[in-house]
């Protein structure tokens, strides 16, 4: 080999190493994510700065689609400000998208469905004929925002929250996946409740994460200690190490959330109501936190979390036991946990 050929050679190796460097760096980046909330009235750069200095490097944003019933196979769309909240509305969306890739936030969009007198956990129909016609109207309804995503340059969609006990469809997901990455060039994932449906999912072969919406017990007492928080962490830790094997995908924590109140760790999944005579008390709000960061932040096949949740103009007058870290101990550990 004559010098120039060995020094080509040479630089083409050193490329591909700084190459193969960047690649692992970008890799141990954690998705360090809240779950941003849709407000009525638009927002300024200003509104996400704050979570620029909290080192927070993702943010979720959620339009909803609504269904008259867990049994009707109808999904109704608004998408203008004129009928909703901007910041749910397709201009709000766009809009804080640009401004948070402004200041290196990323986006994650994901859609969810608000289901009257029930949850989309309740989601079932009565029959075949109903199922078909709901997954057409869903259809229509995840492929405006895989568009939307797409116009936008949007980082992931998330393509489904919490839909129990559609999963068992195996055949209507994978041919609306399909769809979804022919509209759609991004990364995509779905958000499965914590409880009884990630473990069960079939075709998280087709997605690039497997979500999970992690709202897990850590205690059934009041005011746990720390270890026994983390303690808490263990049985969930196993079983979503099961599924991680089985399909070698890594894992999203699509939300993760304790309300400010003495019994964070029992019921994470509970809202909270404004007639509870709850107590507020940060401290065990922060020890929920903080046994996430100790027990399970580190793990390699975890990328990253979406904390449930942040206002941009400041919590709404459940704040004091809501869920949001803002002005809390629990924002001081974020802080703390994303800056490592």
Not at 25 to 39: A, D
């Amino acid at each position: 080999m004559n010098r120039l050929h060995a020094t080509g050679a040479i630089v083409v190796c050193v490329l591909l190493w700084s190459s193969s460097r960047i690649a692992d760096k970008n890799m141990l980046i954690k998705y360090r994510g809240v779950c941003w909330v849709g407000g009525q009235n638009k927002i300024s750069e200003q509104d996400l700065k704050r979570l620029a200095n909290l080192n927070v490097n993702w943010i979720s944003q959620t339009p909803f689609g609504w269904q008259r019933s867990a049994t009707s196979p109808e999904i109704v769309m608004h998408t203008t400000s004129e009928r909703i909240w901007w910041g749910e509305s397709d201009e709000g969306i766009s809009e804080t998208t640009r401004m948070a890739r402004d200041l290196d936030i990323k986006t994650m969009l994901k859609p969810h469905l608000w289901v009257g007198k029930g949850w989309p956990g309740d989601i079932q129909m009565n029959s075949n004929l109903d199922w078909e016609l709901w997954f057409n109207s869903y259809e229509k309804f995840i492929l405006h925002y895989a568009a939307l995503a797409e116009a936008n340059h949007i980082d992931i969609l998330c393509i489904g929250t919490e839909l129990g006990k559609t999963i068992s469809r195996e055949e209507e997901w994978r041919n609306l996946i399909r769809k979804i990455k022919t509209a759609y060039h991004g990364s995509v994932t779905y958000a499965a409740n914590f409880h009884d449906e990630y473990e069960s999912i079939a075709f998280w072969d087709e997605l690039d994460y497997i979500g999970v919406q992690a709202y897990f017990s850590l205690s059934k007492n009041k005011d746990a200690p720390l270890k026994e928080l983390e303690k808490g962490w263990s049985e969930p830790i196993a079983a979503i190490e099961r599924v991680q094997s089985a399909f070698n995908k890594p894992v999203l924590f699509t939300e993760l959330g304790y309300r400010s109140t003495h019994d964070a760790a029992v019921a994470p999944w509970e809202w909270p109501k404004q007639e509870d005579a709850a107590q507020a008390c940060y401290e065990a709000q922060a020890a929920c936190y903080q046994a996430f960061f100790d027990t399970v932040w580190n793990k390699k096949w975890l990328a990253g979390v979406y904390f449930w949740k942040w206002y941009p103009q400041g919590p709404h007058r459940l704040g004091s036991i809501d869920f949001t870290p803002q002005n809390k101990l629990a924002e001081r550990v974020l802080f703390e946990n994303f800056s490592k």
